[in-house]
């Protein structure tokens, strides 16, 4: 079984712009949650959705916005970039009877 | 908020050394994952280990949910164990959705 996998693996954008980044969970998972990392800290909690209702939203701006799909893929959405939104964002998921979560490689997202 | 405190945040060690780290929080916890990312930022499942004792390997770790710690044991390291250790727990009720990390502990092996 494919893990949790996560596009794109890197990204560039311009102060200002629209990011999306996706998240296929693992077969079977209908929790997705997401991540942003900056630099030398831990984790942070963004969002999390199960069967495409938004469970739990972390202390972000409403410029990030979530969704999940009938798939339970997702999206993350973050508009009007700034550069303090550079950071890896980790998606993870988790099964019904699944100890634990398993998350995906991340997607690094630098704002230049 | 649930708070996660990790010691030491740096350890040097030689190849072949044995090391502990902990985890310290301070509410009741329905989940606690100890991770590994590697140097490409990929997060490594340890182990779930809300409480009890369970060993993998060289690694090995405990969970005192009572006390409100956790502990990582590395034995006899290896270079390929250097990275950032991270503890993640879920808070019991209200908030359990979310994984509240440390700040974690980076190891370093020499060989």
């Known amino acids: 079984d494919a893990g949790v996998t996560q596009s794109p693996t890197h990204l560039i954008k311009t102060r200002g712009q629209h990011v999306t980044l996706r998240c296929s969970p693992i077969?079977?998972?209908?929790?997705v949650s997401w991540y942003q990392q900056v630099l030398g800290q831990g984790p942070q909690f963004i969002f999390q959705?199960?069967?495409?209702?938004?469970?739990g939203r972390g202390n972000f701006p409403d410029r990030f916005s979530a969704r999940q799909f009938p798939n339970y893929s997702s999206e993350l959405n973050v508009n009007a970039l700034l550069l303090g939104d550079s950071a890896l964002y980790l998606c993870?998921?988790?099964?019904?009877?699944?100890?634990?979560?398993?998350f995906g490689s991340g997607t690094r997202l630098t704002v230049v | 908020g649930i708070q996660v405190e990790q010691s030491p945040p740096d350890l040097i060690l030689q190849e072949g050394a044995n090391s502990t780290l902990r985890c310290n929080f301070s509410?009741?916890?329905?989940?606690l994952q100890w991770f590994h990312q590697n140097p490409w930022g990929q997060l490594i499942n340890l182990f779930y280990?809300?409480?009890g004792t369970k060993q993998n390997g060289r690694l090995s770790a405990t969970t005192v949910a009572t006390e409100r710690y956790s502990l990582l044991y590395i034995s006899s390291s290896q270079t390929t164990d250097s990275g950032v250790y991270f503890c993640?727990?879920?808070?019991?009720?209200?908030?359990?959705?979310?994984?509240?990390f440390g700040k974690g502990t980076k190891l370093s092996v020499i060989p």
């Open positions: 993870a998921s988790r099964g019904a009877r699944a100890y634990g979560y398993t």
């Open positions: 509410d009741s916890v329905n989940n």
């Open positions: 077969s079977g998972h209908k929790s």
């Open positions: 959705y199960y069967e495409k209702e938004e469970r």
């Open positions: 993640a727990v879920g808070a019991s009720g209200a908030g359990s959705y979310q994984l509240t």
């Open positions: 280990i809300p409480s």
